[in-house]
């Protein structure tokens, strides 16, 4: 049975073999100089925008230092101002109070 398969295959493998043969030895395509410049120009585009990337990484870095700054300021400020509203609502409690005894000790004295 093999044999029968070889001697119909045999007036057709140099054939067969001189179409595969490019297959294995395919040279690398040339690449023209158009290609090229836009490799180039790709090239010069991708190191910009990685040198962007570092540069933009760099300023966020240095904003974030200074807003983490000013939220420490801020909420500082707003612990002095609680502390202030604090001592306000003391003082109007206090003056309420002295005030309503006021006006009982002036009714009291009038109505003597």
Known sequence: MAAGWITVVAPYLPEIVRLARPIFTRTPPLVDLGQQRRNDVIDAQITE???????????????????????????????????????????????????????????WALAR
């Not at 002095?80 to 509203?85: D, M, S």
């Not at 206090?94 to 002036?106: E, N, Q, R, Y």
């Open 49 to 107: 925008l990685q040198d962007a990337a570092s540069q933009n990484a760099d300023s966020i870095g240095k904003l974030a230092a200074d807003m983490q700054k000013t939220i420490e300021v801020l909420q500082l400020g707003a612990a002095r101002v609680e502390q202030r509203l604090l001592r306000a609502q003391v003082l109007a409690v206090v003056a309420g109070t002295v005030a309503a005894l006021a006006f009982a000790l002036a009714a």
